[in-house]
């Protein structure tokens, strides 16, 4: 069992900046590979960012054009996503999960544990 729970979530006005965090307990989190998603209102849940249990590998989605930085501390076992130059259609809520062994980074019915969101809405 992993536990996943969310941090970091707000208000912002377009071009400003959020960080999220995303602490885990349970399993050994410097094993696992971890993700983040998220799903706007009347969207299906989408890819944002992946990294490898080590950090050394880390994925994009392309449409985020470099904004975001996904990154971990296994001391700390959190997993962070900076996110850069905001935009309106960024509002969504953010999960972070952990990969099941030999999924598909990007695909989310290939992970197997999430937190609970958290709400980022950024206003125009």
């Known amino acids: 069992q992993v536990q996943l729970v969310e941090s970091g979530g707000g208000l912002v006005q377009t071009g400003g900046s959020l960080r999220l965090s995303c602490a885990a307990s349970g399993r050994t989190f410097s094993r696992l590979n971890m993700g983040w998603f998220r799903q706007a209102p009347g969207k299906e849940r989408e890819f944002v960012a992946h990294?490898?249990?080590?950090?050394?590998?880390?994925y994009y989605a392309d449409s985020l054009q470099r904004r975001f930085t996904i990154s971990r501390d296994n001391a700390k076992n959190t997993v962070s996503l900076q996110m850069n130059s905001l935009k309106p259609e960024d509002t969504a809520v953010y999960y972070c999960?952990?990969?099941?062994?030999?999924?598909?980074?990007?695909?989310?019915?290939?992970?197997?544990?999430w937190g609970q969101g958290t709400q980022v809405t950024v206003s125009s």
């Open positions: 999960a952990s990969l099941s062994l030999g999924g598909i980074y990007s695909d989310s019915a290939d992970y197997d544990y």
């Open positions: 990294i490898s249990w080590s950090g050394l590998n880390t």
